[in-house]
């Protein structure tokens, strides 16, 4: 009997030994076959170069019967020390931005619209004259969407710095926008054309009034350079919105289209994220420091209890199109939300 049960308990030990071998080459065989299932799509993805292009960069807004087009012209830096605000409000800008250093980050865009009569494209991005390479697409950008420059049929400016109007005019004086007719506030142009201003101002703004003078001097010698300086009518539907302070001539278009509005703002914001909370916080940019703060003021909070689209070239995203709404002491941006049924919002 004994002699049995040890050959019972060799018979099993000799099982287990042998199940457990096998359970390795068992388990080693699925490692391997889980290995060379898992390493084939690593190898293709290893191979397969990586894309660095977006998509084209403009977004379509239905406004009305208006077709909105928002043309990017590129992303760049702001300089915190570009803001100026009470020591306290910049104190916190600058321990945001150890946290977030892509907190200035804004984006530069002109918009197109489509009257279904006029191409009116409005700011024109930087061209060759502002930005150093990392701004000056919107041409591209305009091309992506269907168009060509020589169709624009108007160009409105918000106002005469090159991050606006660089796109206007090659470094060689050529019209980008050959057949279009320009108009900007008189006051605008009076002050950035004008030598006598030009030679009285600090070093630092010099470079502004040569630009504005290249990029506007080709139009004013072909006729298309005109001036308002009243609410003249310039295109059907579309409302001019005086807003000084930025600079003397800075002006808003507000467009109309069965019962819907939409307002290209121009530089009323320069960091979102900064004077959304604190609109009192100016740029050295601005001429009229006063003056460019009250406007803001005024009408972030007109905006803000209106049913209108805003338009901002300098949005902290792209598409730059959304409304406001008031939140605690200043704004929340609502950005459009993106979407491929451009028509049916
Ligand atoms: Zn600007």
């Known amino acids: 009997m004994k002699s049995i049960n040890k050959a019972v308990e060799i018979f099993a030990h000799t099982m287990r030994n042998v199940l457990k071998r096998n359970s390795i080459r068992f388990a080693a065989a699925l490692l391997v076959a889980l290995a060379s299932f898992v390493a084939a799509p690593n190898a293709a993805l290893a191979a397969a170069a990586q894309h660095h292009d977006q998509v084209p960069g403009f977004y379509r807004l239905k406004?009305?019967?208006?077709?909105?087009?928002?043309?990017?012209?590129?992303?760049?830096?702001?300089?915190?020390?570009?803001?100026?605000?009470?020591?306290?409000?910049?104190?916190?800008?600058?321990?945001?931005?150890?946290?977030?250093?892509?907190?200035?980050?804004?984006?530069?865009?002109?918009?197109?619209?489509?009257?279904?009569?006029?191409?009116?494209?409005?700011?024109?991005?930087?061209?060759?004259?502002?930005?150093?390479?990392?701004?000056?697409?919107?041409?591209?950008?305009?091309?992506?969407?269907?168009?060509?420059?020589?169709?624009?049929?108007?160009?409105?400016?918000?106002?005469?710095?090159?991050?606006?109007?660089?796109?206007?005019?090659?470094?060689?004086?050529?019209?980008?926008?050959?057949?279009?007719?320009?108009?900007?506030?008189?006051?605008?142009?009076?002050?950035?054309?004008?030598?006598?201003?030009?030679?009285?101002?600090?070093?630092?703004?010099?470079?502004?009034?040569?630009?504005?003078?290249?990029?506007?001097?080709?139009?004013?010698?072909?006729?298309?350079?005109?001036?308002?300086?009243?609410?003249?009518?310039?295109?059907?539907?579309?409302?001019?919105?005086?807003?000084?302070?930025?600079t003397p001539g800075h002006t808003g278009y507000e467009f109309s289209s069965k019962g819907q509005k939409i307002l290209f703002l121009g530089d009323i914001v320069h960091v979102v994220r900064v004077q959304l909370q604190h609109p009192e916080v100016t740029a050295v940019f601005d001429i009229d420091q006063t003056a460019a703060a009250a406007t803001r003021n005024q009408l972030l909070l007109k905006l803000a209890g209106e049913d209108v689209w805003i338009a901002g070239p300098h949005s902290s995203v792209f598409p730059p199109l959304g409304r406001l709404r008031k939140e605690g002491s200043g704004y929340s941006w609502v950005p459009v939300v993106f979407t491929d049924r451009w028509d049916e919002r």
């Not at 009076?190 to 030598?195: E, H, Q, R, T, V």
């Not at 030009?198 to 005109?226: E, L, M, N």
Request: charged content about 20%.
């Open 63 to 246: 406004v009305g019967d208006l077709e909105v087009t928002a043309l990017f012209d590129g992303t760049r830096a702001f300089d915190p020390h570009w803001l100026n605000g009470t020591n306290v409000t910049m104190d916190g800008v600058v321990k945001a931005l150890h946290e977030d250093p892509h907190m200035l980050d804004v984006v530069d865009s002109g918009f197109l619209v489509n009257t279904g009569k006029q191409l009116i494209l409005v700011d024109a991005g930087a061209g060759t004259w502002w930005g150093g390479g990392a701004l000056g697409r919107l041409a591209g950008s305009l091309r992506s969407a269907g168009y060509a420059p020589e169709e624009v049929d108007i160009v409105l400016l918000t106002h005469l710095h090159s991050d606006h109007v660089g796109g206007l005019t090659t470094q060689d004086g050529k019209r980008v926008f050959s057949n279009a007719d320009v108009y900007v506030a008189k006051a605008e142009s009076d002050f950035w054309l004008s030598p006598e201003i030009a030679a009285k101002a600090p070093k630092d703004a010099q470079p502004f009034f040569q630009s504005a003078q290249a990029i506007a001097t080709p139009y004013i010698k072909a006729g298309k350079w005109h001036t308002f300086s009243g609410s003249e009518p310039i295109v059907d539907g579309m409302q001019l919105v005086p807003l000084p302070g930025h």
